[in-house]
Every structure is written in C-alpha cells, then in structure tokens.
C-alpha cells in the first residue's frame, strides 16, 4: 500500500505541496500517477486550483530539439514567470511497462534551481503523447506555486493532440531537414498549433521550412493568435521574441474553457468517481473485498453481485482521510 | 496488496564528464525490461543527483563511475541527501571501483557495489529489492 | 543533392561495377596484372632490397603471396587500389607497426617519470627512431575542464593527465626534440583547445610547426556513445573539425587532425558491421562539411586516420579491418573526388578491446589481448595499442603496461606473423566475410543516407538507440551464456584474487589546482583576456561559415597567451553549442 508511506497520506501531502515543498510536490504526483486512492483524492484537491497558472504544451517529431529549446527557453521565461514546472513524457515499453527517461537529461543545467521544478513521466500505454494523469499532474503543480507548467509530449511525430485539451498555449516545433516528420506533422500535429517553432535557424533549410509552414497556416485561414517563429537553441538566436510571444499569448488567453471543463457534469463526476472507487478497490488489507475478489473470480459469485457488493463496502467504509482543503 | 500502477522509479547518473556510457545505458534498459521507469541523467555537481533525486520520487540512485570521483562523488551525494531529510534514499555504485575504493564507498552507505562484469540480473535484483526495501521502510516507519 | 549522393554510393556498393572499374583500371596500364603492377612498384620504390625472409626450416617466404580471387581474378595486391589487402606494397617488412602504449596520470611531471620508464624498457617507439608518446588525459582535461572547475573534482589526475596549459608540455616534453618526437593525444571535446596547448608550447620552444608530427583524435565527432553531454553541438563539431584540418594542412602539414575511432563505436557496444559502417557515415559527415566549407576533401582527408578496436572475433577483426580500407577508398575516390593516394588509404591505429578485460581472473586479459593483437597484425594495422591487462580493475600498474609491450614484441619478433603482408588474402572465409561486410556497411550507409545524414540521425537519437539495443543484446548474450566469456559466465571460481592495483596520486589534485590558480595568477591577465576575445570573434566567424581556420589560429594564440584549456572551452561551447 504505497500511500501509506511515512508522511504519503493525501492530507499529509496536500499541506507540503500548498507549502510548495518539493518533496511533498514529488511525492504527490507519484501518487497521482499510480492512481492510488490518496491520489485520486489530491486530484480531486488541486482539480480547480489553476488559479494564474499558465500551460504550454510542446509537442514536435524526434530530433527537432523540444528538449533543447525548452532548456534554452527557460533563461527567457524565468524572469516572466516566477516558478516554472516542467513535464517531460517518455514512452513505456509496450512489453515491460518499464521506460527510460532521458529527456531532463538536456535540462541539466535546472537541476539544481530552486524555481524550476522538472519530473519526467512515463506514457504507461497511454496514448496521445501524455500520460493518462497529466491534467491533474499540471493541476497539482499549479497548487505547488508554479507559474508556468511547460508538458513536452512524447514526441513520436504522430498525433499528439492531446495536449491541445489541457494546455492554454501549444507550441509545435520542428526542425529543418526532417523529411518524412513533417508529413507526420502537416498529418494533425499542426492543427493545434498557436506558435509553430522553427528550431535550428542555423540550418540551410530553416527559410524554407519555415515559407513551408506559413503557407500550410494560410492555407487554414488567418488566425491573429498563430504565427510562426524561427529560433535557433544551440545559438541563442529568436529566444527572446519567442518567449515575448508566448507570454503575450498567455496574458490574452482567459483560460474559461478548455475542452474537459465543458464534459457533461454527470460524465465528468463519473470519472472521479470510477477512479476513486477503482483505487479503494485495489488497495488496503481489507478482507471483505478480498473475499469478494475471490468468489468472483472463481465464479462462484456472479460478477455483478460481486460488483455490488463492492460498492457497498465502499460506501460503508470508514473514512479515514481528512477532508482535504 | 502492490498497487498493480505503482512502479519502481529509479535514477541512473554519471558525472558530465565521464563520456562512458555503455553500462549505464545497458543497465537502464535492463531495469526498463524489468518494468521499472528509469530516469538517466548526467549530473555536473554531486548536489544535483539529490535534487532530480527528490523531482522524480525515485527509489533507489544508481551512480555510475569510469574515469574517476568514485569516492569524493558519492560521498557528496551521502552528505546532500542527509541534508535534504532522504538519509533512507539508498545508493548503489558501479563502474570501476578499485579496491582502495570499497571501504570509503562502504563507510558512508553504499549499499551495494557492482564491478564490470556484474551479472545484469543481480543488479536488476538489487535494484528491485532495494525499491522495495525503500517503500517498505517507509511504510513500516509509519505503522 | 543527398538523394545523388547516395546514388553513387549504392553503385560504389555494387561488386560487378568495382570491377569494371579495376578492369578499365587495368586496360589504361595495358592490361598489367595487379602482380605485375606490385612488382614494377615495389622494385621502384625499394631498387634492390630483398623483402624476403626464410623460415627455421628454410623455405623461403615472398612478402606476399598471390593468385585468382573468388571471382576468378588476378587478386588485388597490397598497395593498390582500394587497398582491401594494405595501404603499402611491402608493410612490416619494410616498418614495423608503432606500439603507442596509453600513457598518463597525475600532474606532467608524474606522467614524465612513467614515459622516461617506458622509453627505457625499450617501448615509445615511433617511425623512423622518433619517439613516439600516446597520451591519455584525465577525464576533467578530456572534456575540456580545467582542474579547478567545481564540477571535476575527484576525477583529477585519475586516468590520465591533468593538462590545462601550453607550460605543462614544457614539463611533460622538457629536453624533448619536438621534431623528433610523435606526441599522439587521446581526448574528446578538449581536443581542439589541447591540440592548440601542444602548437603553442612547441612555438615557444622555437620549434616550426611544420615540422611537428603527431596526432590529435579529436572525438567530437563521436556521437555514438564515448562523447558525452560535454562535446560541442553536432553540427558546431563538425564545423570545428573542418576548421582544423583546414589550419593543419597550411600550417603543420604533418600533423593528423582526426582518427575516427571504429574502436570507441565499438566499446559503445556496436557490433562490427555497424562500427565500421558509423565511421564511414563520420568521414563522409566531416567531408560534407570540408566541401561545404569550401575545403578540397584531397587536401585535407589524408590526415585522417583510423583507431580500430581488435576484440573477440578472431576472423570476423580481420576481414572488418580489409572491408574498412576497401569502402574508405571507394567512398572517397568515387563520392568525394579525392585523386591522392593518401585520401584513399585508410591509415589504422589499432587497439585491443578494453569491455573484454575482466576483473574476474585478469590474467586471462593478458591471452585476450594477445590475440586481438595477433588479429590486428594479420589485418595489416599501422600502429598499436595493446591495454594492460589489469586495466579492468584501474588505472595499469607499471608491470601491466611492461607485459602490454612485450605482447607486440613477441607477436613481431618471434612469431613470424610479420614475413607475409595479408597472410588471410585469399582464404575462402576471409574474403566471403570481407565481401559480405562491405555490403552491409554500404546498406547501412545508404540508410543513414535516406535518414538525411549523419548528423540528422545524431540529432534525432537514432544513432544512440542503435548503438544501445546493440550493447544490450550483447549483455544479454553473455547473461543467458549464449556468448562465452571465460571466468565470467564460465570456468568461474570464487577464490578472490588480490592483484596490485595502481592507486592515483590522491595529491595530484592539489598540485593541479595550485598549479592553475598560481598560473592565472602570474600572467598577463590583459593579453590572455584579449586573445579570448579574438578567439570569440574567430569562433562566431567559422560558425556563420567564414575563415574556416581561423579558430585554430586563435586557438594557438590564446594558448600562447596562457588562456587555459577551460577558457578557450568556454568560448568555443558559447559559439559552437553544447551536445545537451
């Protein structure tokens, strides 16, 4: 039972990660991760505690350097935004479930900087370039103190549209020279462009990219908020306009709806529900649902009974936890 | 009952400016195909191993070394880690460790040494048992 | 202009046009056979001296043999184009290898002591009675840091030498003929700021820099897993590469600005075929970048060299190494252009496999070392490095490195091996299997070719990933026992051997970093700072593609300026980027 570790129940938590303590912050996005029922209730704690929190999500194929620019990036961005969290998703190993994450690895250079917050996430078979928690992950960060949470996606060069639902700001970077990745990009990344990055402007081919990009983004018709923007990481070139960009975008934007805020109440608290009584199943020496895991599984209860059941000593249970405030 | 999501967490590391990486990039994925998520980094100050130690919840720091720093390194790392309330986190080392190496390496914590030639499957056990030895440590110290 | 490119380099691939290619080749000689041809060259360039030797039963032996390929041929002869059998018509008979023994630790004056040691037990030995000295760094120096940099400590003076300044070589090289003396330096992202410590104090020395011979490895063109977060951005490498061996080919002509490093792809855990295939697709990223740069390939490729590592496959080395020049040579006559014989010929450093060397039962290093020695030899190698066979277990004690030598003295002198040049040429097996690596590494090319080139696959992480599933499968070879490794996975014994083990000056730190600060402190702190200045601007230069050379120029003034290696570090990371 992992939530029980020394100082990991969600009350416990909640109170570190309102004091902005980092290894409160750490500890509560395992938990929120492992969908473990202290999780499920911080989730629900920090659910609308954006407050002025602003997201960007960057998303872009292997090799357009998301890392590198988020890296360079940060130099500009840390004197706009105060506190800076950043998320960096990796795939699982469909086989093992196990992942290395390496992207932080070219953010070596925050590591040790108290307003910078870096945590790397493993996709767990979820697919849409983050993990299946990412939005109550930004959530609890948000509730941490940071200003800005950046998610950098897996980056596969397919669709990864998900971001688009849980970020105010998406920026698409790619790379000149990349060949068949910009099919994968024109394929849907695009779409849900607002800053399309040209990284590496040093490169021959970066005009003519970037001539490439603008005409896909006439092609959709004019959007004040979209534009594209050549910058060069390795040479520090176009950083500044494009942190001056972002964070223009970001003072516009209202964040007063973003895709999940407008589910149907009912579906929406279906989900709290089944992933908070989903975690209160699977934890905890509790010999009742024990007993009913078993007979279900050996069939000599049906499974609905079994289900029912369930949901009664759930809904018997004591409760344990302090509300959470 | 394991939490069936729950999953080891594990930080690899070695210094920037050791440019060997063959082991450390073999045993990371060989705790991947183990199912556990390994976070890699190269670390410029030992004090920068505990920071990403303690960002990414991990179990169990693995420090890698080819060319050098074996014990100043990791007793630096000892040192922070104290400092920053994880006295528990555990530490194994691997690389090139001499025999002059093991009883400072021993003396500050270590709690396991692999040479060249390790068996990968004993590392990945420690890795493994260490992780849980971590959670249960903790979870024991709260009952 | 990519999609041409590897056009041509897939015909290159094509056997039935190689040969086509030897036998119009031939037709211009009027029609001489190879044979022939081997003779007239060698009576030429060696009038009357007899290459052959008599066995201890007295049959004489030519110094190569000949005969009909696979194909029904005249075989190709060593000397000759594309070199699968040798660079030179007559090899070991005429020069035997160089033995180029690592040597370093500690501050210069300790690595001194270790080379007056080693000159006096009969190795440093280079062509031509130079002395020859392969200098290994400490990891700090390596990457470019000087001692004093809070981020190295421990590693000071720990495998290597810690040098951060042109005096240290007065120490090191002090009485030394510089025109005398091949000093080779094995480091990574340090190298362009190390080569210019060596020009500079040599300068001072009143020695001129054509005259110096010597190499500089010059890794960071090494993405493949010996690089490191420290090295330059891919593309600034590259571009500092071509900036070198732009500088070098006007200023100090003899000096070997790059060694491709088949060997660190290798011990990154690369199997043959692909390591030999990556170096080529680095030659043809530096070659790229030299004919972007408005470089003559032909006037600067034939100071690039090879290090070949010689490890458990005894056959599979040899004809790895008979593929390397073959494809080498292909590539640079028929994509680059190159017309000299020296861009055409792939000169090779070869060393023994250090991720063999165990710590269990080390002595056996000593037979695994031996025998990659003997393959390096039989494949026709220009210089040698056999490791100490406690390396496994630290940095080698005195006696390791003393059996290292005697290894290459017993394998040339006593064994025979050195009569016959391509003694494997014309084997069944040996020539199957060079064929048979050449196509691979072509197709292997041709990939990275449609993946938009080297450097893109770098940037993109391909290259590691191949590279890593490459180390893993062999890992897992050897856990599952499906690949031996004696008194690893089998004949173990659990006696725990004491071995000596050289333990490094735990007080070469403290020199090192008194020493630094006492040389900032005692310089002309104004002239330094300008010359950094300089070198800056050089750097922003080259980097947009201008005076390609002039960062090597002001390398070498900034180094005679007492600017350390970590300062002109610093500079060129700022223009040129970093890997992460």
């Known amino acids: 039972m992992s939530a029980a570790r020394k100082g990991f129940d969600a009350a416990t938590l909640l109170t570190g990660v309102r004091r902005s303590d980092t290894l409160a912050i750490s500890r509560a996005i395992t938990a929120i991760e492992n969908e473990t029922s202290a999780g499920c209730e911080l989730a629900l704690a920090v659910a609308d505690s954006r407050g002025g929190c602003r997201t960007i999500g960057v998303t872009g194929p292997p090799g357009a350097g998301k890392s590198s620019l988020i890296n360079a990036l940060m130099a500009e961005l840390l004197p706009r935004f105060g506190r800076i969290g950043v998320l960096t998703v990796d795939p699982s190993s469909p086989v093992s479930g196990g992942a290395v994450l390496g992207d932080r690895v070219r953010m070596a250079a925050y590591s040790g900087n108290p307003n910078v917050f870096i945590r790397s996430l493993a996709s767990r078979g979820h697919l849409g370039g983050v993990t299946r928690t990412t939005r109550s992950v930004i959530d609890l960060l948000a509730a941490g103190g940071m200003d800005l949470v950046i998610v950098e996606t897996v980056g596969t060069g397919q669709s990864e549209v998900e971001v688009a639902g849980l970020t105010d700001l998406k920026l698409v970077v790619c790379a000149p020279g990349l060949g068949d990745e910009m099919q994968a990009i024109k394929a849907g990344v695009l779409e849900i462009a607002d800053l399309l990055v040209v990284n590496k402007a040093d490169l021959p081919d970066a005009e003519r990219t970037m001539m490439h990009l603008k005409a896909m983004l006439g092609y959709r018709g004019h959007d004040e908020r979209r534009a594209a923007l050549k910058v060069s990481s390795m040479r520090g070139e176009g950083l500044t306009e494009l942190a001056e960009a972002i964070a223009a975008r970001l003072a516009q934007s209202v964040v007063t709806s973003t895709p999940e805020r407008r589910m149907h109440p009912r579906l929406r608290l279906a989900e709290d529900v089944a992933a908070l009584a989903a975690a209160l199943v699977r934890e905890g020496a509790n010999p009742e649902l024990d007993a009913l895991a078993e007979a279900a599984a050996t069939g000599a209860l049906p499974r609905h009974d079994a289900v029912m059941a369930a949901l009664r000593a759930l809904a018997e249970r004591e409760i344990t936890v302090a509300p959470l405030r | 009952m394991q939490d069936p999501a729950a999953r080891s967490r594990v930080l690899l590391t070695k210094s920037f400016i050791d440019s060997h990486d063959r082991a450390i990039a073999t045993i990371a994925l060989a705790l991947r195909d183990a199912a556990m998520e390994v976070v890699l980094i190269d670390y410029e100050q030992p004090e920068d191993v505990v920071s990403v130690a303690l960002q990414e919840d991990v179990d169990v720091i693995g420090v890698s070394f080819m060319s050098g720093g074996q014990v100043e390194t990791t007793e630096k790392i000892v040192a922070e880690l104290a400092r920053q309330g994880v006295p528990d986190l555990p530490i194994v080392v691997g690389g090139i460790i001499r025999p002059f190496d093991v009883p400072p390496l021993e003396a500050v914590g270590v709690r396991e040494i692999f040479r060249g030639g390790a068996p990968m499957a004993d590392v990945v056990a420690t890795f493994e048992r260490l992780s849980r030895e971590y959670r249960g440590l903790s979870q024991g110290a709260e009952a | ?580």
Not at chain 3, 344 to 369: D, E, F, K, Y
Not at chain 3, 395 to 403: I, K, Q, R, S, W
């Open chain 3, 1 to 580: 202009m990519v999609t041409q490119a590897a056009g041509i380099c897939g015909r290159v691939g094509d056997g039935i046009v190689g040969q086509e290619a030897r036998v119009k080749a031939e037709s211009a000689e009027a029609v001489e056979t190879p044979y022939a041809l081997w003779q007239r060259t060698v009576a030429a360039r060696y009038a009357d001296r007899s290459f052959t030797a008599r066995n201890r039963s007295g049959v004489e032996l030519d110094p190569v043999y000949a005969g009909l390929d696979r194909h029904g041929q005249p075989s190709e002869m060593p000397g000759q184009y594309p070199y699968t059998r040798g660079v030179y018509p007559i090899h070991y008979q005429y020069q035997p290898w160089m033995d180029l023994q690592i040597i370093g630790y500690g501050v210069p004056s300790q690595t001194r002591e270790r080379m007056d040691l080693l000159l006096q037990e009969g190795g440093a030995k280079g062509y031509f009675d130079r002395e020859a000295y392969n200098f290994i760094f400490d990891m700090p120096t390596s990457m470019g840091y000087d001692p004093d940099h809070p981020g190295v400590r421990g590693s000071i003076g720990d495998c290597g030498i810690s040098v951060c300044k042109a005096s240290d070589y007065e120490v090191l090289l002090a009485g030394k003929n510089l025109e005398k003396t091949t000093v080779s330096m094995v480091l990574n992202a340090g190298s362009p700021g190390m080569l210019a410590l060596y020009l500079a104090a040599a300068k001072r020395r009143g020695f001129a820099l054509d005259k110096l011979g010597g190499n500089v490895t010059n890794y960071i063109w090494d993405f493949f897993g010996h690089s490191g977060g420290t090295n330059f951005s891919p593309r600034g490498s590259y571009r500092l590469i071509a900036d070198i061996a732009a500088y070098c080919a006007e200023y100090v002509p003899l000096w070997n600005t790059l060694t491709i490093s088949e060997h660190n792809i290798c011990e990154a855990g690369a199997n043959n075929v692909q390591a030999v295939a990556y170096s080529i697709a680095a030659i043809i990223a530096v070659n790229e970048e030299c004919v972007k740069c408005g470089i003559e390939p032909d006037s600067v490729v034939p100071r690039f060299g090879f290090h070949v590592r010689y490890g458990e496959n005894f056959f599979e080395e040899i004809a790895k190494t008979r593929a390397l020049r073959r494809v080498y040579a292909k590539i640079n006559r028929e994509r680059f252009g190159c017309k000299k014989s020296g861009s055409l010929q792939a000169r090779i450093h070869a060393q023994t496999a250090g991720s063999l060397l165990t710590a269990q039962q080390p002595l056996n290093n000593l037979v695994r070392n031996a025998y990659g020695a003997l393959a390096a030899v039989l494949s026709g190698v220009n210089g040698m490095t056999i490791n100490a066979y406690d390396e496994a277990l630290g940095l080698p004690t005195e006696e390791a490195v003393t059996l290292s030598l005697r290894t290459s003295q017993i394998i040339a002198e006593e064994t025979g091996a050195v009569h016959v040049s391509d003694p494997m040429g014309g084997s069944f097996y040996i020539e199957s299997l060079t064929d048979e690596i050449e196509r691979r590494v072509f197709e292997i090319i041709d990939d990275i070719d449609a993946r938009g080139g080297l450097i893109a696959c770098i940037e993109s992480g391909w290259i590691k990933q191949q590279v890593s599933a490459a180390a893993y499968q062999w890992r897992q070879e050897i856990e599952s026992g499906a690949r031996t490794m004696v008194g690893v996975n089998k004949y173990t014994n659990d006696e725990p051997e004491q071995f000596a083990v050289f333990q490094p000056d735990p007080e070469a730190a403290r020199m090192a970093i008194e020493d630094v600060e006492r040389h900032r402190r005692e310089r002309d702190n104004a002239r330094c700072t300008a010359a950094l200045e300089a070198l800056h601007a050089a750097a922003v230069d080259v980097n947009e593609g201008r005076a390609i050379g002039s960062v090597m120029a002001a390398l070498v003034a900034a180094a005679d300026a007492d600017a350390t290696l970590g300062e002109m570090q610093t500079v060129l990371h700022a223009v040129f980027g970093r890997n992460k």
